[in-house]
């Protein structure tokens, strides 16, 4: 893997809604909007990752993106509601409108 440097995780608990705006220096782990920051460019139509050059049409798929190829969260996020784990907020999310026809996720 041409990007072994960066084949590290950030703590999910960090998107909960009561710290996941919170990008605390002191703190060990990393958000997830953080690095979308660290490792994105705004380009004239979308985004583009540092790492690996992509491009990418929109924030969305751009975070998506980060967390999937560069940065897997280390446990995973949890359903609320039948407690199983998925390895990306996407699809943490996509499961949530499926499954259970929550279509809020202003709580992750």
């Known amino acids: 893997d041409d990007y072994g ?4 995780s950030y703590d999910s608990t960090m998107m909960d809604p009561n710290i996941a705006g919170d990008n605390n220096k002191d703190s060990p782990f990393v958000t997830l909007e953080a690095l979308v920051e660290e ?18 049409r929109d924030r969305y798929a751009a975070r998506q993106h980060l967390e ?16 199983k784990t998925f ?14 026809k929550v279509r809020d996720n202003s709580y992750i």
């Not at 440097?5 to 590290?8: I, N, S």
């Not at 994105?40 to 990418?56: A, D, Q």
């Open 5 to 8: 440097q960066y084949d590290q």
């Open 39 to 56: 490792y994105l460019v705004k380009e004239v139509r979308g985004y583009s990752c540092t790492i690996c050059g992509k491009p990418l």
């Open 68 to 83: 999937s190829k560069h940065f897997p969260t280390k446990d995973g996020y949890s359903c609320r509601t039948c407690d």
């Open 87 to 100: 390895n990306t907020l996407a699809a943490l999310m996509s499961h949530n409108s499926t499954f259970h």
